[in-house]
């Protein structure tokens, strides 16, 4: 017993130290306001990074190459094609303004049809906007159309197959029938708990179908009215001759002769009434042109000129053709300071002389940039649950 008492003393006699005594003396405690101003630092630099994050930002930008011209050019009036000319649509000696059509070749297509048709293109493109099928109902299906006849036709098929769809109004009967039979099977709702399940089920089937087709009619129409738009670019292009820029246009005696021209021969000339009036042009595509507006600032790094020597040009986005061509959408920039850079150095004009543009658009602050793409797949994400269930 006894020596069971001296070995339970031993053992409560051990002490267990971590450290050694110089250790402790040389650590001691952390004082409190140590620990307080650490933390409160801690939540300020946090705060600051937050504040500095929302109000610092930094605008988004849309690079591409343009090419620079001068209006102020006198410009020669050629043909597009060879052919016999059918109308001058200006008289001689007469003012033009930029983009009037001076005459049109002869060929297959009636004139008045493609100016009646242009108008009605107008119709289509509100259609995309408000999915009002009345405003494809005076779309013309009889027109002569020349060399363009096999993109028309598509076009035309396209318009129809929106037009069958929206007068059946399969989906609004069909719709009113299962609305008629929900009423029914919910006046005695658990006896019939399965069959509205089932109709529920069909009433979001017949949604989806509606969807989807509205959806195939109008990938439909939009692949037609993009491949139509570009037949009529290249009929023009083919067929008629416009003028470049703002002037005087002095025909030559081929108005008055026999009116036949070969690829290339000239019509006349255009003298300019602008003085050193230049113009930038560039083509972006269909994810580029979004966020872009007249009045857009634009820097553009010439490539004959270095920027480091000669500074960069300035100019604004004077238009937007929202037409697409190829997909691209044409861009116009002018120059207020006219070619006069950065540096104030004057940039002399020649011709084919092109550079790298920077479109500035809208701008966005560091935080909405972080947070922005996080809130967008937290609904996305949401929508695909609910959807599912």
Not at 4 to 21: A, Y
Not at 352 to 362: L, M, S
Request: hydrophobic letters at 35%.
């Amino acid at each position: 017993m006894d020596k069971f008492t001296n070995s339970s003393e031993k053992e409560t006699s051990v002490q267990i130290e971590l450290h050694h005594k110089e250790v402790t003396d040389l650590l001691g405690d952390a004082p409190k306001w140590l620990i307080h101003s650490g933390s409160y630092l801690l939540y300020g630099i946090l705060f600051l990074l937050l504040t500095g994050a929302s109000l610092i930002s930094y605008p988004d930008v849309v690079r591409g190459t343009v090419f620079i011209d001068d209006l102020a050019n006198v410009e020669w009036v050629t043909a597009n094609s060879s052919g016999q000319i059918e109308t001058f649509f200006v008289e001689n000696n007469s003012l033009v303004k930029r983009g009037d059509t001076i005459c049109i070749m002869q060929n297959p297509a009636f004139l008045d049809d493609v100016k009646k048709f242009c108008q009605i293109l107008t119709n289509v493109e509100q259609y995309y906007l408000t999915n009002k099928t009345d405003l494809l109902r005076t779309f013309p299906f009889d027109l002569t159309m020349g060399e363009m006849s096999g993109a028309y036709e598509n076009f035309t098929k396209a318009v129809r197959s929106c037009m069958i769809y929206d007068d059946h109004n399969y989906y609004s009967q069909r719709k009113s029938f299962f609305q008629k039979e929900m009423t029914i099977l919910e006046r005695d709702a658990e006896k019939n708990e399965l069959a509205i399940l089932r109709l529920e089920r069909d009433i979001f089937e017949l949604s989806i179908s509606h969807k989807m087709e509205i959806e195939k009619n109008r990938e439909q129409l939009e692949l037609a009215y993009e491949n139509m738009v570009n037949s009529m670019r290249t009929w023009e292009s083919k067929y008629l001759v416009r003028s470049h820029s703002e002037g005087r246009i002095i025909l030559g005696e081929v108005r008055i002769l026999t009116r036949m021209v070969n690829t290339g021969d000239t019509l006349g000339s255009i003298i300019s009434s602008n003085k050193e009036e230049f113009v930038a042009r560039l083509q972006l595509e269909q994810e580029q042109i979004v966020g872009v507006e007249a009045g857009n600032p634009v820097y553009i790094r010439l490539s004959k000129y270095p920027e480091h020597t000669y500074g960069i040009l300035t100019g604004i986005v004077s238009s937007i053709n929202f037409v697409p061509y190829n997909k691209q959408y044409a861009i116009e920039i002018s120059f207020p300071d006219q070619l006069r850079t950065t540096a104030n150095k004057e940039i002399k004009y020649e011709l084919g002389i092109k550079g790298e543009a920077e479109i500035i658009t809208y701008s966005h602050s560091v935080l909405s940039r972080i947070f922005n793409p996080i809130y967008a797949l937290f609904i996305k994400t949401k929508d695909e649950i609910k959807n599912r269930y």
